[in-house]
C-alpha cells in the first residue's frame, strides 16, 4: 500500500532528499514531464464505480479511488474512445463492463513533473520506490503550483523497509497527503463529479404548490435535455439521444398528466412542440439501438454464418449518416432555436405570469398522489385483464400505462419516505422489464422482416430467418413469464403500500 | 496460468541463465510473473540481489499458501516476483517423503497463485530426487536446456525414460540447445543428430557466451544489462518461440 505525503511549502524538496541519501543509498531512476488527463463518461461511470483513469506518457491507469491501489495499466497508441478500441485483455474487458457503450472524454488535465528513486540496500537491491512529483494547473499563459508530493510505494516482501521509511519522512516535517488532486482539478475546470446523471434527482418541497413543483420538474428535464444536445451533435456516442429522447418522454409526460396546472394554449403548444422532437429523433434513434445489436445477432448465428447479416447492418450506417447529419442541421434551424427559446423561458418565467390553472395553487402533495392513484388503478385494471390468450395490443398499452406510472412516481419521490418509494419503483420496473422486452422483440422481428423485403441475397435472408426464429422463440419465454411478474407486482404488499401512500384520504375513510 | 520448470540433471547447462531470462522477459510483456528458486545453492536468487533463506525446519513449499506468499520478494522489475531458494530445500526430497501432504500442498499453492501470476518458472536443482518427480507432475511444461554433446544426449533420453516409467506426459519436455558453439564439430553434429530423433526441440538456440557468464557480476538479466546482444536476442527468440509452442494447443 503506498504512504502519499505531501511536502509543506517551507520545506524544499531538496533538503528531504539530501537527508534521505545521508541514511539510505538512493539511486535516480526515471523522470519525465507532461501532462496526466483525466476521462470519464458523460455520466461519470467510472467515478460512480469509485475508479479513477488517466493517461500519461501513452500509458493509461485504472486506478480505485477507495485505496488508491492501481488495477490496470496499459501502453496504448491512441486514447481508446469506446472500451472496444482497447486491445484484448484484462482492461479492456474490466472496462467493457463499467462503459458499456459510452464513450471516454477529457475531464481536466493537469502537469506532472515526476522523478523516480529507488532506495537501495547493501546488495543494491531495490528495497522500496519514492516517487517525487510536482503537480501544476495549466492556466493559459502561467501556470500554477498544485501540490508537490512525495509516495512510497513498497517491494513485495521488503514492507518493513516502508514502515522506517515512512517513520524518517514524518520527522523531516512531511505530512501525510490527504487531499483529492482529481476533485481539485475538475473543480479548476468548473466541474464536480455527477454534475450530469441521466437518473431523476429533483428535490421537492411539501410546502410547495402544485405549479411550483411542475416547475421545478421541468427546469431539471430541461436542463437535461439542452446538456445532451452538444452530445449528438458531436456524435460523442450514442446515449446522449437516448438520454435527450428520455428527457422529452418525461417532459411530454407532465404535459399530459399534470392537468390544470396552465393555461390551455400551453399545453396544445407543449403537445405539439415536444412529440415534433421525438419524432425527429426516432429513427435515429432506432439505427442506434440496431447497430448496438450487431454483436449479440451475430453470436446468435453459426460460425460460417456471422457475415450474412452484415448488409443489414451496412444499410444501417448508410443511414445513420444521413440521419445524423439532418440532425446537425435541425438542431441549426431557426425552427429548433425558437422551440428551445420558448420552453427556456417559460421555464424561467415567473409564476404569477404564467400558471392560471384550476390546480397550480394547490398544495403539491395531494396533486401528487391523485395522479399516482390514477395511474396505479389503470394499470392494476389493465393488467388483470390480461391472460395467456390475450391478443399482444393489450399488452403494448400496458406498457404504456406502467410508464405513466412511472414517471410521476419518480418525480415526487422526493416527497415520500426513501424506501418506501424506492420499493414501489423497483418493483414496477421488474414488471415494465418484462413488457420492454416483450415490446422490444416484436419490434426486432417486425424491422428484419421489413428488410427482408428489400434483399434478394439468399445467404442473407437465410441468416436474417434464423434470427427471426430465435427471437420469436424468445418472445414466447418472456410472454409466458407475464402473468407470473404481474402477479409479484400486484401482491398484496405491493398493493398495501401504494394504498398507504397514495390512495386519496376520503377513500381511506370509506 | 502456466508452470514452467527449468530442468537438466547436469548441473553447468544453462538451467539458471534461462530461467532468469525468461522469467524477465514474460515479465516484461506486462504478465505477472513469479519464479521459485528450487536450488539450494540459491544462484537465481543472487541473480536478483534477494538474500536466500537459511533457517532449517519445514520448508515454505510445502507449508501451504499463507507462508509462501510471505516469502515471496518483489524483483527490481515490474511485474517480476521471486520465491527465494531456501537452504532447506536440500532435503525437500525428505520432506516430500516423510512429510504428509505435503506433496498435494505444494501442487495447491501454486494451482492457488492462478489469480497472481500468469507464469510460474520452477528453476530445479540439478539431480533426480522426489522433488524433481513432483516438479514434474506440477508443471505444464519441463523447459530442458541440453548441450549439445554425446554425454547431454545420453542424459537426455534417461529423462525420457524416466517419464515413461512414471507416466509423465513426455508432450510436456520442451528440450533447446544451450551454451552452443557453432565452430565446435561435435556441437553441429549432436544438434543434427538430436533434431532428427526429437522433433519437439526447440529451433531457437542459446550460444556459449561470456556475457551470459557475467550475469553473476551484473546480477541482472542479461536481457537487461546487454538487451542489444546476441545472448538477448536469443533468449528473446526462445522465448517467443515457447510461447508459440504453448498456445498453439
Same mark, same amino acid.
Given at each position: 500500500?503506498?504512504?502519499?505525503?505531501?511536502?509543506?511549502?517551507?520545506?524544499?524538496?531538496?533538503?528531504?532528499?539530501?537527508?534521505?541519501?545521508?541514511?539510505?543509498?538512493?539511486?535516480?531512476?526515471?523522470?519525465?514531464?507532461?501532462?496526466?488527463?483525466?476521462?470519464?463518461?458523460?455520466?461519470?461511470?467510472?467515478?460512480?464505480?469509485?475508479?479513477?483513469?488517466?493517461?500519461?506518457?501513452?500509458?493509461?491507469?485504472?486506478?480505485?479511488?477507495?485505496?488508491?491501489?492501481?488495477?490496470?495499466?496499459?501502453?496504448?497508441?491512441?486514447?481508446?474512445?469506446?472500451?472496444?478500441?482497447?486491445?484484448?485483455?484484462?482492461?479492456?474487458?474490466?472496462?467493457?463492463?463499467?462503459?458499456?457503450?459510452?464513450?471516454?472524454?477529457?475531464?481536466?488535465?493537469?502537469?506532472?513533473?515526476?522523478?523516480?528513486?529507488?532506495?537501495?540496500?547493501?546488495?543494491?537491491?531495490?528495497?522500496?520506490?519514492?516517487?517525487?512529483?510536482?503537480?501544476?494547473?495549466?492556466?493559459?499563459?502561467?501556470?500554477?503550483?498544485?501540490?508537490?508530493?512525495?509516495?512510497?510505494?513498497?517491494?513485495?516482501?521488503?514492507?518493513?523497509?516502508?514502515?522506517?521509511?515512512?517513520?524518517?519522512?514524518?520527522?523531516?516535517?512531511?505530512?501525510?497527503?490527504?487531499?483529492?488532486?482529481?476533485?481539485?482539478?475538475?473543480?479548476?475546470?468548473?466541474?464536480?463529479?455527477?454534475?450530469?446523471?441521466?437518473?431523476?434527482?429533483?428535490?421537492?418541497?411539501?410546502?410547495?404548490?402544485?405549479?411550483?413543483?411542475?416547475?421545478?420538474?421541468?427546469?431539471?428535464?430541461?436542463?437535461?435535455?439542452?446538456?445532451?444536445?452538444?452530445?449528438?451533435?458531436?456524435?460523442?456516442?450514442?446515449?446522449?439521444?437516448?438520454?435527450?429522447?428520455?428527457?422529452?418522454?418525461?417532459?411530454?409526460?407532465?404535459?399530459?398528466?399534470?392537468?390544470?396546472?396552465?393555461?390551455?394554449?400551453?399545453?396544445?403548444?407543449?403537445?405539439?412542440?415536444?412529440?415534433?422532437?421525438?419524432?425527429?429523433?426516432?429513427?435515429?434513434?432506432?439505427?442506434?439501438?440496431?447497430?448496438?445489436?450487431?454483436?449479440?445477432?451475430?453470436?446468435?448465428?453459426?460460425?460460417?454464418?456471422?457475415?450474412?447479416?452484415?448488409?443489414?447492418?451496412?444499410?444501417?450506417?448508410?443511414?445513420?449518416?444521413?440521419?445524423?447529419?439532418?440532425?446537425?442541421?435541425?438542431?441549426?434551424?431557426?425552427?429548433?432555436?425558437?422551440?428551445?427559446?420558448?420552453?427556456?423561458?417559460?421555464?424561467?418565467?415567473?409564476?404569477?405570469?404564467?400558471?392560471?390553472?384550476?390546480?397550480?395553487?394547490?398544495?403539491?402533495?395531494?396533486?401528487?398522489?391523485?395522479?399516482?392513484?390514477?395511474?396505479?388503478?389503470?394499470?392494476?385494471?389493465?393488467?388483470?385483464?390480461?391472460?395467456?390468450?390475450?391478443?399482444?395490443?393489450?399488452?403494448?398499452?400496458?406498457?404504456?400505462?406502467?410508464?405513466?406510472?412511472?414517471?410521476?412516481?419518480?418525480?415526487?419521490?422526493?416527497?415520500?419516505?426513501?424506501?418506501?418509494?424506492?420499493?414501489?419503483?423497483?418493483?414496477?420496473?421488474?414488471?415494465?422489464?418484462?413488457?420492454?422486452?416483450?415490446?422490444?422483440?416484436?419490434?426486432?422481428?417486425?424491422?428484419?422482416?421489413?428488410?427482408?423485403?428489400?434483399?434478394?441475397?439468399?445467404?442473407?435472408?437465410?441468416?436474417?430467418?434464423?434470427?427471426?426464429?430465435?427471437?420469436?422463440?424468445?418472445?414466447?419465454?418472456?410472454?409466458?413469464?407475464?402473468?407470473?411478474?404481474?402477479?409479484?407486482?400486484?401482491?398484496?404488499?405491493?398493493?398495501?403500500?401504494?394504498?398507504?401512500?397514495?390512495?386519496?384520504?376520503?377513500?381511506?375513510?370509506? | 496460468?502456466?508452470?514452467?520448470?527449468?530442468?537438466?540433471?547436469?548441473?553447468?547447462?544453462?538451467?539458471?541463465?534461462?530461467?532468469?531470462?525468461?522469467?524477465?522477459?514474460?515479465?516484461?510483456?506486462?504478465?505477472?510473473?513469479?519464479?521459485?528458486?528450487?536450488?539450494?545453492?540459491?544462484?537465481?536468487?543472487?541473480?536478483?540481489?534477494?538474500?536466500?533463506?537459511?533457517?532449517?525446519?519445514?520448508?515454505?513449499?510445502?507449508?501451504?499458501?499463507?507462508?509462501?506468499? /510471505?516469502?515471496? =520478494?518483489?524483483?527490481?522489475? #515490474?511485474? +517480476?516476483?521471486?520465491?527465494?531458494?531456501?537452504?532447506? *530445500?536440500?532435503? @525437500? %526430497?525428505?520432506?516430500?517423503?516423510?512429510? /504428509?501432504?505435503? =506433496?498435494?500442498?505444494?501442487? #495447491?499453492? +501454486?494451482?492457488?497463485?492462478?489469480?497472481?501470476?500468469? *507464469?510460474?518458472? @520452477? %528453476?530445479?536443482?540439478?539431480?533426480?530426487?522426489?522433488?524433481?518427480?513432483?516438479?514434474?507432475?506440477?508443471?505444464?511444461?519441463?523447459?530442458?536446456?541440453?548441450?549439445?554433446?554425446?554425454?547431454?544426449?545420453?542424459?537426455?533420453?534417461?529423462?525420457?525414460?524416466?517419464?515413461?516409467?512414471?507416466?509423465?506426459?513426455?508432450?510436456?519436455?520442451?528440450?533447446?540447445?544451450?551454451?552452443?558453439?557453432?565452430?565446435?564439430?561435435?556441437?553441429?553434429?549432436?544438434?543434427?543428430?538430436?533434431?532428427?530423433?526429437?522433433?519437439?526441440?526447440?529451433?531457437?538456440?542459446?550460444?556459449?557466451?561470456?556475457?551470459?557468464?557475467?550475469?553473476?557480476?551484473?546480477?541482472?538479466?542479461?536481457?537487461?544489462?546487454?538487451?542489444?546482444?546476441?545472448?538477448?536476442?536469443?533468449?528473446?527468440?526462445?522465448?517467443?518461440?515457447?510461447?508459440?509452442?504453448?498456445?498453439?494447443?
Amino acid at each position: 500500500m503506498k504512504i502519499i505525503y505531501t511536502i509543506p511549502q517551507n520545506i524544499s524538496h531538496n533538503s528531504v532528499l539530501n537527508n534521505l541519501r545521508m541514511e539510505f543509498s538512493l539511486r535516480k531512476d526515471s523522470g519525465w514531464s507532461g501532462d496526466r488527463c483525466y476521462y470519464d463518461t458523460f455520466d461519470w461511470r467510472l467515478y460512480n464505480n469509485s475508479f479513477l483513469f488517466y493517461c500519461e506518457q501513452s500509458k493509461i491507469y485504472l486506478i480505485s479511488r477507495k485505496n488508491q491501489t492501481l488495477h490496470e495499466c496499459m501502453t496504448i497508441k491512441n486514447i481508446p474512445r469506446f472500451s472496444n478500441d482497447l486491445s484484448d485483455g484484462t482492461f479492456k474487458d474490466r472496462l467493457n463492463s463499467i462503459l458499456e457503450m459510452r464513450a471516454l472524454i477529457k475531464l481536466a488535465c493537469h502537469h506532472v513533473d515526476q522523478t523516480k528513486y529507488r532506495v537501495l540496500d547493501k546488495n543494491d537491491k531495490t528495497i522500496l520506490y519514492l516517487i517525487f512529483e510536482i503537480f501544476r494547473l495549466n492556466l493559459n499563459k502561467r501556470s500554477s503550483h498544485l501540490h508537490t508530493l512525495f509516495t512510497l510505494v513498497p517491494i513485495k516482501g521488503y514492507e518493513i523497509y516502508l514502515a522506517e521509511l515512512n517513520k524518517k519522512l514524518q520527522t523531516y516535517g512531511l505530512i501525510k497527503f490527504k487531499g483529492d488532486v482529481f476533485k481539485q482539478v475538475l473543480k479548476f475546470n468548473h466541474r464536480e463529479p455527477n454534475d450530469y446523471s441521466s437518473k431523476i434527482n429533483i428535490k421537492l418541497q411539501i410546502k410547495m404548490s402544485a405549479c411550483e413543483a411542475t416547475k421545478t420538474i421541468l427546469s431539471s428535464l430541461f436542463y437535461t435535455m439542452e446538456r445532451n444536445q452538444k452530445g449528438i451533435i458531436n456524435d460523442i456516442d450514442t446515449e446522449f439521444l437516448h438520454d435527450y429522447r428520455v428527457a422529452i418522454r418525461r417532459i411530454r409526460s407532465v404535459f399530459g398528466q399534470f392537468k390544470n396546472v396552465f393555461k390551455q394554449e400551453i399545453y396544445s403548444k407543449a403537445k405539439n412542440d415536444f412529440s415534433q422532437l421525438g419524432r425527429r429523433t426516432n429513427r435515429m434513434r432506432d439505427i442506434d439501438v440496431y447497430l448496438l445489436r450487431k454483436t449479440e445477432y451475430q453470436d446468435m448465428l453459426p460460425d460460417d454464418m456471422k457475415k450474412d447479416i452484415n448488409p443489414f447492418f451496412t444499410t444501417m450506417v448508410k443511414e445513420r449518416k444521413i440521419e445524423l447529419k439532418k440532425l446537425g442541421q435541425y438542431f441549426n434551424s431557426e425552427e429548433y432555436k425558437n422551440i428551445i427559446n420558448h420552453w427556456d423561458k417559460f421555464i424561467k418565467e415567473s409564476l404569477a405570469d404564467v400558471y392560471q390553472g384550476l390546480e397550480s395553487g394547490n398544495s403539491v402533495l395531494p396533486f401528487a398522489k391523485g395522479i399516482i392513484w390514477k395511474r396505479y388503478k389503470k394499470v392494476i385494471k389493465l393488467g388483470t385483464r390480461i391472460t395467456q390468450s390475450s391478443p399482444d395490443v393489450l399488452l403494448h398499452q400496458l406498457r404504456i400505462e406502467c410508464k405513466k406510472l412511472r414517471y410521476p412516481l419518480e418525480f415526487f419521490s422526493s416527497l415520500f419516505a426513501k424506501e418506501e418509494i424506492n420499493y414501489l419503483i423497483n418493483h414496477l420496473k421488474i414488471l415494465q422489464d418484462n413488457l420492454g422486452d416483450l415490446n422490444d422483440l416484436s419490434i426486432q422481428q417486425d424491422t428484419l422482416r421489413k428488410y427482408v423485403e428489400t434483399d434478394s441475397n439468399k445467404r442473407t435472408l437465410l441468416a436474417l430467418g434464423i434470427l427471426i426464429g430465435k427471437l420469436n422463440e424468445r418472445q414466447v419465454k418472456v410472454r409466458h413469464k407475464f402473468s407470473d411478474t404481474f402477479q409479484t407486482f400486484a401482491d398484496q404488499v405491493t398493493h398495501s403500500l401504494f394504498y398507504k401512500l397514495f390512495a386519496p384520504t376520503a377513500e381511506k375513510d370509506k | 496460468m502456466i508452470v514452467f520448470s527449468v530442468y537438466n540433471i547436469k548441473g553447468g547447462v544453462g538451467k539458471t541463465a534461462a530461467a532468469v531470462n525468461l522469467s524477465y522477459l514474460a515479465a516484461s510483456e506486462s504478465t505477472n510473473t513469479l519464479i521459485c528458486d528450487l536450488d539450494p545453492q540459491a544462484s537465481t536468487t543472487y541473480y536478483f540481489r534477494i538474500k536466500a533463506k537459511v533457517k532449517s525446519g519445514k520448508s515454505v513449499l510445502i507449508k501451504g499458501r499463507t507462508k509462501l506468499d /510471505k516469502n515471496i =520478494k518483489g524483483t527490481d522489475f #515490474d511485474n +517480476l516476483d521471486l520465491l527465494p531458494a531456501d537452504f532447506s *530445500f536440500r532435503n @525437500l %526430497d525428505l520432506m516430500f517423503d516423510k512429510i /504428509k501432504k505435503s =506433496k498435494k500442498r505444494l501442487k #495447491d499453492s +501454486l494451482k492457488s497463485m492462478r489469480d497472481e501470476y500468469e *507464469f510460474i518458472f @520452477l %528453476d530445479c536443482p540439478p539431480n533426480i530426487t522426489l522433488v524433481s518427480e513432483n516438479v514434474f507432475s506440477v508443471s505444464d511444461y519441463v523447459l530442458v536446456p541440453v548441450i549439445p554433446t554425446t554425454l547431454s544426449y545420453r542424459t537426455y533420453r534417461t529423462l525420457i525414460t524416466f517419464f515413461e516409467s512414471r507416466n509423465f506426459d513426455k508432450k510436456k519436455i520442451i528440450p533447446f540447445f544451450s551454451m552452443v558453439e557453432k565452430r565446435k564439430n561435435l556441437h553441429k553434429d549432436t544438434i543434427e543428430k538430436m533434431q532428427n530423433k526429437y522433433k519437439s526441440i526447440l529451433n531457437s538456440q542459446i550460444p556459449y557466451s561470456s556475457i551470459i557468464e557475467r550475469m553473476g557480476i551484473y546480477r541482472q538479466p542479461v536481457v537487461k544489462y546487454r538487451p542489444k546482444s546476441l545472448a538477448a536476442e536469443n533468449y528473446r527468440l526462445l522465448w517467443y518461440e515457447i510461447k508459440e509452442k504453448i498456445y498453439s494447443k
